[in-house]
């Protein structure tokens, strides 16, 4: 007498475990052909903004380049000379110099204003502590000619009108806050038990700061040093309502440019401006760029919290 063993039945998988088991049985990098369509609609609006973006810059450089170009798709030819009679007839040479001056010595100040401010904001508690935040985030967040004409008018009065110091200081006034709202984020996230266990060995609070957490915040000094660099150098209205011939900052210079009275050439003389102040912006971008990256912040933001 045979002994018959009865398999288990196997009902068919219902659909969402039939969606685990292919999602399971996935190749490891493979993705699915269907695409939500909101996915489709994100990835259609970058390509259109990127084309349209790089349309922009092509027909700018080929305009720079170009000796007519009314009708055609393509000027009729092509020729260096607006370089040269932009370089001579604007003062490119010292345009570039006065903004690359004027860029690092609000830099330099904004810095070695902004970060002991910041610190005492991440770190101390005092009256009206909110209110006094606030008042930092106003030139960030209002229109800078709200309080540019007034600024302007008291420079003019103290005969600084058209100078460089000028433009140095009314670019001073945004970028000071930039750099305290960069910073003290950086500054609370540090662990202060480095700074008390430094204080108990001995050292003072000018060494605690140089010696141990200024090296912490080097990234985060860069990363507002950038922000104001590009802020500064891209600044327009500030810059306008108190330069002059001699103070001119390249962005201010392109305006001046445009509004100059001239004939058709004015045009490709304006393009070839603004082809030099996009690389100088690039080049300096690079140069920073290569001092610190965004995985340098995030991997040293990591480090201060673990610590």
């Given amino acids: 007498m045979t002994t018959q063993t009865s398999q288990p039945r196997t009902d068919p998988p219902a659909p969402a475990d039939a969606v685990k088991t292919r999602s399971a049985n996935r190749v490891p990098g493979q993705r699915s052909l269907a695409a939500a369509p909101s996915t489709w609609f994100v990835w259609a609006g970058t390509a259109a903004f990127f084309i349209f973006l790089i349309g922009i810059l092509i027909s700018v450089v080929v305009d720079s380049f170009g000796t007519s170009w009314f009708t055609n798709w393509l000027p009729e030819g092509f020729t260096a000379k607006w370089y040269a009679s932009a370089w001579s007839t604007f003062g490119m040479a010292h345009i570039i110099g006065v903004t690359l001056v004027v860029a690092l010595a609000v830099i330099i100040v904004a810095v070695a204003v902004g970060v002991p401010a910041a610190y005492i904001l991440a770190r101390r508690d005092f009256p009206f502590k909110k209110a006094i935040t606030l008042l930092f985030l106003l030139p960030v967040l209002m229109p800078p000619i709200t309080y540019g004409i007034p600024l302007a008018t008291v420079m003019y009065n103290l005969g600084l009108g058209r100078t460089l110091t000028a433009v140095i200081l009314v670019n001073l006034v945004p970028s000071i806050p930039f750099v305290i709202l960069t910073m003290t984020p950086f500054i609370e996230q540090i662990n ?83 082809v030099v102040y996009t690389v100088t912006m690039m080049f300096i971008l690079i140069i920073a760029l290569r001092f610190v990256s965004p995985t340098q912040l995030v991997a040293r933001v990591k480090e201060s919290r673990e610590d």
Avoid at 223 to 247: E, K, N, Y
């Fill in 192 to 274: 202060p038990a480095i700074e008390n266990a430094a204080r108990m060995s001995g050292a003072n609070m000018r060494k605690v700061f140089t010696k141990i957490l200024f090296p912490l915040l080097v990234p985060g000094v860069l990363a507002a040093s950038i922000l104001v660099l590009v802020r500064t150098v891209g600044m327009f209205d500030l810059t306008f309502l108190v330069s002059g011939p001699d103070s001119d900052t390249l962005v201010v210079a392109i305006y001046r440019a445009m509004t100059a009275a001239g004939g058709g050439q004015i045009r490709q003389l304006v393009s070839s401006m603004a």
